[in-house]
């Protein structure tokens, strides 16, 4: 018997457990007996090394011992009788387990592996978390500017339009806190219309709103009014069609309001 054959045939263990046959423990402990040296490698009990190092017993059942021990337990006990120390034996299982073995290098990385995983676990989880607090903060400012609250003052807009889309604004009114009623008046003095429809659609998103056949006063002027925080911060068009005789509409003009 020799050391590659023992580690392949798991000869520790089995000695350990009792598994072995009686000529495979007795080539065991006289392997043991002429290697001191690989015997303190081995994962034994220190006790139970001091006893396989000692020569064998005349009525050994196995050449060494009175019986194969059945189990680390079982071995240990025998041995209790010997008079080693506690603290001797404590000090051995550490340099056999604790700073040597490939087990135990095993056992470091693999916790070592499973520390950084949850790290970065909670880490993902932590981003995740301030991602969605933040993504609500935004929705319910969202909500609050876009809620309808009642106007605490009026204010009249003369304005006049323009015969292409605009890209500034015709009135830049900014982020109306409280909110106001818009008194707007457009000049349609020119042409022969005298009814109108106005579509107002929010820049880049869509059509909001349209009011068809709205008559224009004696002063020749078309005049609506609106409530600032019925529409929320952003640009807004207004497109003016003329109804002509037929009661088909055409484009007349634009005008750009902007609340932000």
Not at 4 to 31: C, M, N, Q
Not at 71 to 98: K, M, P, Q
Not at 152 to 169: L, N
Not at 195 to 207: L, P, S
Request: net charge neutral; glycine share 8%; proline share 4%.
């Amino acid at each position: 018997m020799d050391r590659k054959y023992i580690e392949s045939e798991h000869i520790v263990d089995r000695y350990l457990s009792g598994d072995l046959t009686v000529r495979e423990a007795r080539e065991f402990e006289k392997y043991c007996l002429d290697n001191p040296d690989v015997l303190k490698t081995m994962p034994i009990p220190v006790r139970l090394k001091a006893r396989l190092s000692r020569r064998p017993v005349a009525t050994s059942e196995t050449g060494v011992f009175q019986a194969i021990p059945s189990s680390t337990t079982h071995a240990a006990a025998e041995a209790a009788d010997e008079g080693f120390d506690v603290e001797e034996e404590e000090e051995e299982l550490r340099r056999t387990y604790g700073s040597g073995g490939g087990t135990s290098r095993a056992l470091v990385i693999g916790l070592g592996v499973a520390l950084l995983a949850a790290v970065g676990g909670l880490i993902a989880y932590g981003m995740r978390a301030s991602s969605l607090s933040e993504e609500l903060r935004k929705v319910q400012a969202n909500i609050k500017t876009t809620q309808m609250q009642a106007p605490s003052t009026a204010q009249t807009y003369r304005v006049e339009m323009t015969r292409g889309k605009p890209t500034q604004p015709t009135l830049a009114l900014g982020w109306l806190k409280p909110p106001q009623l818009l008194d707007i008046y457009v000049d349609v003095s020119e042409g022969k219309y005298s009814q109108f429809m106005i579509t107002i659609e929010k820049a880049g998103e869509g059509q909001l709103m349209v009011m068809r056949r709205i008559a224009r006063d004696s002063n020749r002027e078309l005049r609506f009014a609106l409530n600032s925080s019925a529409f929320g911060p952003g640009s807004y068009l207004f497109r003016f069609d003329g109804y002509n005789w037929r009661g088909a509409t055409e484009q007349i003009g634009w005008i750009r309001i902007d609340l932000q």
